[in-house]
């Protein structure tokens, strides 16, 4: 079966950076567009950026400018390069990606998530 691992969560000084990764293992024949999502406590789940598979991108205007999506499709992998980290970037991060199965059936897959804590 599909699944997605992300990697590369931690506790980090504010002003500091993170690069999550996000891997797809399993049946897969294609991945069309994969996204990190973040959730804190007592707020809604929040789209952060998306990649498509043709490499087209989009950030939430919380994170523009500091955030990077990109991908590596020979690796099923999409990372997020995180830098100048406020404390309101602390939040579960999660991965989500468009999978296309060897039998023509598009999945929509979600990983567990990383935490990521910045601090002052």
């Known amino acids: 079966q599909v699944q997605l691992v992300e990697s590369g969560g931690g506790l980090v000084q504010a002003g500091g950076s993170l690069r999550l990764s996000c891997a797809a293992s399993?049946?897969?024949?294609?991945?069309?567009?994969m996204g990190w999502y973040r959730q804190a406590p007592g707020k809604q789940r929040e789209l952060v950026a998306t990649?498509?598979?043709?490499?087209?991108?989009n950030y939430a205007d919380s994170v523009k400018g500091r955030f990077t999506i990109s991908r590596d499709n020979a690796k099923n992998t999409v990372y997020l390069q995180m830098n100048s980290l406020k404390a309101e970037d602390t939040a579960v991060y999660h991965c989500n990606a468009h999978i296309l199965t060897f039998s023509t059936l598009l999945y929509q897959f979600w990983g567990q998530g990383t935490q990521v804590t910045v601090s002052s």
């Open positions: 399993g049946s897969i024949a294609s991945i069309n567009a």
């Open positions: 990649i498509t598979g043709g490499g087209n991108t």
